[in-house]
């Protein structure tokens, strides 16, 4: 029988509507739709334990994890039906202390803006690793705050630990600043501090277009900028607490107002090692460090700076670290860029226990990084990666053993870390300063028998022992020596040469 579609209008109308409105307005299997999430899928991933992390694995997963975390880091829902729930624990401190947390992809957080994990209330106080991923497009804007401001992926961190983690700065990239308190402002934290336990950074790198800014700080509050982490401290001096940030490197602008530097602002009883910056440090008038801007003992070693500006108070800039505290702080085997300006003029330093560390040159620096390092479980050989001509990049940590130290790297360098000329930021060394101790070929010097000069090494040592009136090395180093010495040139000075030498016909 037909059925006449005009004897039912309205009820065939209204099934029409809801037809095509669920047609194009639910999300497609597999899809997120416009609501925020509420869990965290943990694909393959395991039950928070140590070896077993939960899987963090987009944009939206990583929101709710910082959502959970600023709500006190004691309830989380995982996987099927899995779930953390410390709520009811009175002594339980929060911010999901010994639990683990992976990524397990990449994420793009696509320059909209982001609420940092962990606040002035409630702390991050787990473990989080990267596992070699990258947070990309990263915009914090704090700019308007009032109080205490922590900006960064994560803004405040209680005993806990990063590692394998790459962050990505968008064009906006972080900016902060208050009204009334005290700012923190860094790429991976803002700030990050050991009480109870061991708080620690460690194989982790901000890259990106922008850049850390502090906009502005009250009266009686404080600023601190750095690459990777604004405010590193251990606080208390009785127990087992410790803070560490090792094996980091920033290339990004950091602008700030008090302590600023290109890995961390200040330094309080840390240590701070194994680390490069390449971005222009601007300190206003405060103390202002290719490294670190301000330090109260801990210790700042093994570290490189290789930006091309600095500027800060004139008392308190330097090319490694602005200010030494009552000279608290151990500094040793730091190096930085000989070009290198510091409020607009070049800054000597042969000495790499100084502010100012020792200069290095592209073609010198990985033996003076490697050469300094004192035990293969924290040297620049075995957690970075090194081709010629090249920064080093790092490797990921793939083991630790039962205190949390590493005990393997990868093979290789992970992810997608920028490839940086290292001719971009160091000079080649003055020619002198790099001359050969000998003439490779065994030539005999007479006619029809030259002594064959082979790299610009070789006839670096020719000059030098020329101008120096000294003999001359052939056929590699345990070979003959020709003595072609004056003993009178050795102790007179030559005169000038006749100006008719130069062309100048007697003219002056």
């Known amino acids: 029988m037909k059925v006449n579609i005009s004897t039912y209008p309205t009820a065939l109308r209204l099934l029409a509507t809801l037809f095509f409105f669920l047609l194009f307005t639910l999300p497609a299997a597999g899809q997120e739709g416009d609501g925020s999430k509420s869990t965290i899928e943990n694909e393959n991933g395991g039950d928070g334990t140590k070896g077993n992390p939960i899987l963090i694995a987009t944009a939206k997963e990583l929101a709710y994890f910082a959502q959970q975390v600023n709500d006190g880091g004691k309830k989380l829902s995982y996987g099927t039906d899995g779930e953390i729930d410390k709520s009811g624990e009175q002594n339980y401190k929060g911010g999901f202390s010994g639990y683990y947390f992976a990524l397990s992809r990449n994420i793009d957080l696509a320059g909209i803006e982001w609420t940092p994990i962990g606040t002035y209330m409630h702390d991050f106080c787990g473990h989080f690793d990267g596992q070699g991923h990258v947070v990309k497009g990263l915009k914090v804007d704090m700019s308007n705050g009032s109080g205490y401001i922590y900006a960064g992926l994560f803004g405040c961190i209680y005993d806990g630990t990063i590692q394998n983690l790459g962050v990505e700065l968008s064009d906006d990239g972080i900016k902060a600043g208050s009204t009334g308190g005290v700012v923190y402002a860094g790429g991976i934290v803002g700030k990050i501090t050991g009480s109870g336990g061991a708080a620690t950074i460690r194989n982790c790198y901000v890259t990106g277009s922008g850049g850390v800014t502090i906009t502005e700080y009250s009266r009686g509050g404080s600023a601190y900028a750095g690459g990777i982490a604004g405010y590193v401290n251990k606080a208390g001096s009785v127990g087992t607490q410790s803070v560490t940030l090792t094996h980091c490197y920033a290339t990004v602008d950091v602008t700030g107002l008090i302590y600023t530097g290109g890995i961390v602002g200040e330094l309080e009883d840390g240590t701070l090692s194994f680390t490069y910056a390449t971005g222009t440090v601007t300190g206003k008038n ?24 600095i500027s800060g108070s004139d008392s308190y800039s330097g090319r490694v670290l602005g200010q030494n505290s009552s000279s608290s702080t151990t500094l040793g085997s730091n190096y930085a860029n000989p070009d290198m300006l510091v409020n607009g003029q070049l ?27 004192p035990g293969n479980e924290t040297a620049w050989k075995d957690a970075w990666e090194w081709t010629d001509g090249q920064l080093p990049q790092l490797k990921m940590i793939t083991g630790e053993d039962d205190k949390g130290k590493p005990t393997g790297y990868s093979e290789n360098a992970f992810g997608s870390q920028p490839s940086i000329s290292v001719g971009d930021y160091l000079p080649h060394a003055p020619w002198a300063d790099c001359a050969a101790t000998s003439i490779a070929n065994s030539g005999t010097g007479t006619k029809g028998d030259p002594i064959l000069i082979a790299t610009p090494q070789e006839l670096a040592y020719l000059a030098q022992q020329v101008n120096n009136n000294e003999k001359l090395k052939v056929g590699g180093d345990n070979s ?8 009178s040139l050795a102790s007179t000075s030559p005169s000038p040469p006749p100006s008719t030498w130069r062309g100048e016909s007697g003219r002056r």
Do not use: V
């Open 480 to 487: 003959t020596e020709i003595d072609n010495t004056d003993a």
């Open 286 to 309: 405060g103390s202002a460090g290719g490294i670190c801007g301000y330090s109260y003992e801990g210790s700042l070693t093994n570290n490189l700076a290789l930006n091309k500006e």
């Open 347 to 373: 800054a000597a330093g042969t000495d790499a226990g100084s502010n100012s560390g020792a200069a290095t040159w592209s073609d010198k620096f990985k033996d003076d990084l490697i050469g300094t390092t």
